[in-house]
């Protein structure tokens, strides 16, 4: 059963968002997302309530921004090496 949005405004839950961005390949869980919300650096995200939504667009985008280029080897993500 996928639970991930086909439309990029849908507003999501704390748990179905780590759910959808996890079915994606971006392993994050509803608890890692309210710690973020705490202290920063985690997606946009507005109240409703006592519950936080997000809106699905921007929890996507900001996983593909903590997501880096392909790399060739483990070196290079000291070095910075970006697989062309």
């Known amino acids: ?16 968002t780590a759910a ?7 392993p994050v869980s ?11 650096g985690g997606p946009p995200y507005s109240m409703f309530a006592a519950r936080a939504l997000y809106r699905w667009g ?9 997501t880096t280029q392909p790399l060739r ?3 290079g993500t000291a070095a910075g090496e970006r697989s062309e």
Not at 1 to 16: I, K, Q, Y
Not at 20 to 25: I, P, S
Not at 30 to 40: Q, V
Not at 58 to 66: G, Q
């Open 73 to 75: 080897s483990a070196r």
């Open 30 to 40: 509803p608890r890692t997302l309210a710690t973020k919300a705490t202290r920063g």
């Open 58 to 66: 921007d929890a996507l985008e900001w996983a593909r921004s903590k």
């Open 20 to 26: 959808a961005l996890t079915e994606l390949g971006y």
């Open 1 to 16: 059963m996928t639970c991930v949005p086909d439309n990029p405004d849908a507003l999501l839950r704390r748990e179905l």
